[in-house]
């Protein structure tokens, strides 16, 4: 097992297909910017740790580390084109934890949503799925394509296209939903469970509110836990550890 992990974790799941969903500030460490190298190697253990027991895995990864669109367009940029360089950051993102798995022994692919045939493959979903059934862990990047769509999105478009059985969103810094900043509120509620309309409605920093009501249209279920944690996915996978299930 990969240095790191806890040789104690259960390694029974019940989950076949899976999309790990994580931020692109995951991928800076203590940094303030771009990208750590051994932060991307840990969360790159994680993922092989979690395909060494047969899970498929499928991956988004957004690009706030390097550029995010809403910041571009509060400073005065045209929306769209920030958008754009948001979706490329996302690829620069992908690639990274493209290099780290692979430099673990995983067989890996980026598919983009914009095409780039020099880097990446383009999105097809059928040899996508083909990719999942080859237990390749493919890293989905440039978003949905389209401008005004976040990676949130994202996630819950592929995870549908590829009938993913839940998203597992990895955070830094909380192992759930919370009625409130837990960084800021001591006293802030963790929720075991919570429904979609409840994070729709309370405005429960999950996902952004199209990529909920997509997960809910679909009866895709949320489970939110923490990356700081060497061997959290694989604990949670495992259906052990602190985690919020979003269901219907």
Do not use: W
């Amino acid at each position: 097992m990969a240095d790191g992990q806890d040789e104690a974790t259960d390694t029974t799941t019940t989950f076949g297909r899976v999309l790990l969903k994580i931020s692109g500030e995951a991928l800076m460490g203590d940094q303030g910017y771009g990208l750590h190298p051994p932060t991307v190697e840990r969360i790159a253990r994680e993922v092989q740790s979690v395909a060494s027991l047969g899970v498929e895995v499928c991956m988004v990864i957004g690009g706030g580390n390097i550029f995010r669109g809403l910041q571009g367009s509060a400073q005065g940029m045209e929306r769209t084109t920030a958008d754009y360089m948001g979706m490329l950051a996302t690829v620069m993102n992908a690639l990274a934890m493209q290099s780290s798995l692979e430099g673990l022994g995983v067989y890996t692919r980026v598919i983009t949503a914009i095409r780039m045939d020099e880097v990446a493959e383009p999105y097809i979903r059928r040899r996508a799925v083909r990719h999942l059934e080859k237990k390749r862990v493919i890293i989905f990047a440039a978003g949905t394509g389209n401008p005004y769509f976040t990676t949130d999105t994202a996630a819950a478009l592929r995870a549908n296209e590829m009938a993913c059985e839940a998203i597992f969103m990895g955070k830094n810094g909380t192992d759930g939903v919370y009625d409130s900043d837990p960084r800021t509120n001591p006293d802030a509620k963790r929720y075991d469970s919570v429904t979609y309309d409840e994070v729709l409605q309370k405005n429960l920093k999950v996902m952004d509110a199209s990529a909920i009501a997509l997960a809910r249209d679909n009866s895709l279920p949320i489970i939110v836990f923490s990356l700081d944690e060497p061997g959290g996915f694989r604990t949670i996978l495992a259906g052990k550890g602190t985690c919020t299930r979003v269901h219907g």
